[in-house]
C-alpha cells in the first residue's frame, strides 16, 4: 500500500503510474509529471477558502472556483517542465492535466465540482495573481455565469480517479481550461472522514 505521505515514495512510484495514464488517456507523445499536492479537509468543517493555512505548506480543500493555470503561466510552465531550449522548439501542442484521487476511501463531505468546459468563454476568466512567499503565479478565476454547467462524482473511492484539463496551447477546437472548486455537499452525516486528497500536475506534449 502506497503511503501518499511519502514524498520519495510517491515519486518513485506514484509519479510514472500517473504519466502513463495521462498518456493513455491524452494520446500524448510524453508526460511530465511534475507538482503534486495532498489535501486534508480542515477539521471542523470551516468555511470554504483557497485552500492553504498558515505557512501554507499544509493545503486544505480549495472552494474558490479557478483554473490553475492562465494562459501566461501555461506558457511558463512549459518553460521550466522542458527546460532544454532546443528539446523545447520540438514541442508544437502541450496540455497540463491534473489527475485527482480520494486517498482516504469514498468521498461523502467535500467532493470536487467541475464545470464544463464547453459553457465558458474567454470573458469568464479573470487573471489572478496567486502569492507565495518566494515566487508569484498566475491563475483565473471564474465570474459567475448562468451558462456554466457543473457536475461532480458522487461518493468516489480510492481506486477511482478525475482527470481533466488544466491548460491546453492549442487555440481552438479543444477545450482548454476546466474551471473546478470543492464544495460542501448538504447532510452528510455527523461522523463522515475528512477528505483527503491528492492531485498530481502532469504535462503532456504531442511532439
Request: aromatic share 10%; glycine share 6%; proline share 4%.
Amino acid at each position: 500500500m502506497l503511503d501518499f505521505r511519502d514524498v520519495d515514495a510517491l515519486r518513485t512510484l506514484y509519479y510514472p503510474e500517473s504519466a502513463e495514464l495521462a498518456k493513455y488517456l491524452t494520446g500524448a507523445e510524453q508526460a511530465f509529471v511534475f507538482d503534486h499536492a495532498v489535501r486534508r479537509r480542515t477539521a471542523g468543517r470551516p468555511a470554504l477558502h483557497f485552500g492553504r493555512e498558515g505557512d501554507g505548506t499544509h493545503p486544505t480543500a480549495v472552494g474558490r472556483v479557478h483554473t490553475d493555470y492562465s494562459e501566461d503561466s501555461g506558457q511558463k510552465r512549459l518553460e521550466i517542465v522542458v527546460s532544454d531550449a532546443k528539446a523545447r522548439s520540438q514541442v508544437g501542442r502541450f496540455a497540463i492535466v491534473n489527475i485527482w484521487r480520494s486517498i482516504r476511501g469514498k468521498v461523502l463531505d467535500t467532493p470536487l465540482g467541475l464545470c464544463d468546459a464547453r459553457t465558458i468563454s474567454a470573458r469568464d476568466l479573470v487573471v489572478s495573481d496567486l502569492i507565495y512567499p518566494h515566487r508569484t503565479g498566475e491563475i483565473y478565476l471564474v465570474q459567475h455565469s448562468s451558462r456554466h454547467q457543473w457536475a461532480y462524482f458522487s461518493e468516489m473511492d480510492k481506486h477511482e480517479a478525475l482527470v481533466f484539463k488544466q491548460y491546453d496551447s492549442q487555440v481552438s477546437g479543444v477545450a482548454r481550461f476546466t474551471p473546478h472548486a470543492a464544495f460542501d455537499l448538504p447532510d452528510i452525516p455527523r461522523d463522515a472522514p475528512y477528505r483527503e486528497s491528492i492531485e498530481i500536475r502532469c504535462l503532456v506534449t504531442y511532439g
